[in-house]
């Protein structure tokens, strides 16, 4: 009992909680099946490993901002099969796109999953050990311009230009002042090519000219984040809140 203690204090200090939390099991499992010197420290390590991957998920988890843990485990993939065909969004799922820098939009009417969809390549992205930033587009604005603490507006700027994936939801819901649109443009600029960028949105990408508060800067941003993108544009599909009653995240 007393080494166990000596033994539970070095882990510890050495920072090591997955040994710690396992090693009475596999003492037991070592003494019962007779394992080797090897075997024993071989599973001890494993489990080191296991319970860092889970910390650091759960970090990368929260440092992205999902509203609501929304998976592929839980995507009904024939739901809406017109609007988001199974064998594109399990494409999507394996996020080979990600790894070429591609972008992605997500475009049609509410409620249909785009959301859902979106969030769910997030946490597979995070899964895969890569830093995500999730925000519905006005908050993602608000928090840069915050006018009372400019510096904090900077440093989530500087968060959202270097993250792996970068997802915008309800993109052009509400016209764009100047500054916004500035600010939509560093991020198109500064992203194309080095990083992705998922856009959700209830329009299609023609539509959104408009919103902007001129046509040249309007178009530069929409260059900068349909050019290359990979598209999913629907204009009809089941709602979920609808026929489901389910959270409003979709």
Request: contains cysteine; hydrophobic residues 40%.
């Amino acid at each position: 009992m007393e080494l166990t203690h000596h033994m539970r204090s070095n882990l510890k200090r050495l920072r090591l909680p997955g040994v710690a939390e396992t090693l009475d099991v596999r003492v037991r499992e070592a003494r019962e099946n007779k394992l080797g010197y090897l075997e024993f420290l071989s599973l001890l390590v494993q489990d080191e490993i296991v319970n860092r991957d889970a910390n650091n998920l759960q970090k990368r988890l929260k440092a992205a901002g999902f509203p609501y843990e929304k998976t592929f485990e839980g995507f009904d993939f024939s739901f809406n099969e017109e609007s988001f065909p199974s064998a594109t969004v399990r494409d999507l799922a394996t996020c080979n796109f990600i790894l070429k820098k591609q972008n992605l939009l997500i475009c049609g009417p509410p409620g249909i999953g785009k959301s859902h969809i979106a969030q769910a390549i997030g946490h597979e992205t995070c899964r895969r050990g890569q830093d995500v930033l999730f925000r519905k587009t006005s908050q993602f604005l608000s928090e840069i311009l915050a006018p009372k603490n400019p510096a904090r507006g900077e440093r989530f700027l500087k968060k959202a230009l270097s993250v792996s994936l970068l997802i915008l939801d309800d993109f052009a819901l509400r016209t764009y002042d100047q500054s916004q649109a500035e600010v939509l443009y560093t991020v198109a600029d500064e992203r194309i090519g080095r990083a992705t960028t998922i856009i959700t949105a209830n329009r299609p990408p023609q539509d959104w000219y408009g919103v902007f508060p001129d046509s040249v800067i309007g178009g530069a941003i929409l260059d900068r984040l349909v050019s290359g993108a990979i598209k999913i544009i629907t204009t009809k599909g089941r709602s979920y809140r609808k026929e489901l009653g389910s959270s409003p995240v979709f």
